[in-house]
């Protein structure tokens, strides 16, 4: 069952053409894996809890060392059976099996799908948007006038905009550095990226939005990576559950 859904992205093939990306996490009773979908099937309308069939996959590992499915012209979506949905445990049944409550001291690297409670101890302020190349999604360096990106050479004159909250957060246990993206950025401080982008383009900035979520309690869901630059785990946020103060 498709148990967490990211937005569509849209991209410039070398042909000229545009193309669409769309990842999906699925779930059995045996774990979960992230599926990377494209163009039509990235379109396809799906919802949480839909069952889902991948006949042939390409499997590969990502930059985490985890694996991840590719829908490839080698493979075949499927709509399962009716026996094979019927086997399928329900979408709560595997939201209570896959997301495990654990405490910060207890965290292991290669832990998925992880409950976290902690309450915000600091918030990064320094760097709320980085400038991205609309076509490869790498950052770009800053430009009065137009863009080149130094990793696909795609020229452009407006960037697209990642929004990041770079936080830490502490239980009884411990802390640990956690960022939001984009979309749970939004839901964490509680403004769209247009906002921020207009307030910050017009000569102001959030900083006092920000350090209002200090002592903040949120209740998150995330994987487990290894920051090898600061030597310690750090949480990568998919779902926030609940925050309050």
């Known amino acids: 069952r498709i148990i967490e859904m990211y937005d569509v992205r849209e991209f410039d093939r070398d042909s000229g053409e545009s193309g669409h990306v769309r990842n999906i996490e699925i779930a059995d009773d045996t774990g979960t894996i992230r599926v ?8 396809k309308e799906r919802n949480i809890g839909d069952g889902i069939k991948l006949q042939n996959p390409r499997l590969a590992l990502n930059m985490d060392n985890r694996l991840e499915a590719n829908v490839s012209s080698a493979t075949t979506l499927l709509e399962p059976s009716e026996s094979e949905l019927e086997a399928l445990p329900s979408i709560e049944e595997l939201m209570e099996a896959i997301y495990v409550s654990k405490q910060i001291e207890s965290l292991l690297e290669d832990d998925t799908n992880i409950s976290v409670t902690g309450t915000i ?5 320094d760097r709320v948007l980085r400038k991205r190349c609309p076509n490869c999604n790498q950052s770009v ?28 957060i502490e239980d009884d246990t411990g802390d640990i550095q956690v960022t939001f993206f984009d979309k749970l950025a939004e839901e964490l401080i509680g403004m769209k990226k247009e906002e921020v982008i207009s307030l910050i383009e017009a000569g102001y900035g959030i900083e006092d939005k920000l350090e209002d979520l200090t002592g903040l309690t949120i209740e998150i869901i995330a ?3 290894f920051d090898e630059f600061n030597e310690e785990n750090r949480l990568r946020p998919k779902k926030i559950l609940n925050k309050y103060f």
């Open 121 to 125: 101890r600091e918030v990064n302020t």
């Open 141 to 168: 360096e800053e430009s009065i006038d137009e863009y080149i990106c130094d990793n696909c050479g795609h020229t452009f004159d407006e960037p697209d905009y990642l929004l990041m909250v770079p936080t830490r």
């Open 223 to 225: 994987d487990v990576s």
């Open 36 to 43: 990377a979908l494209w163009d039509k099937d990235a379109l």
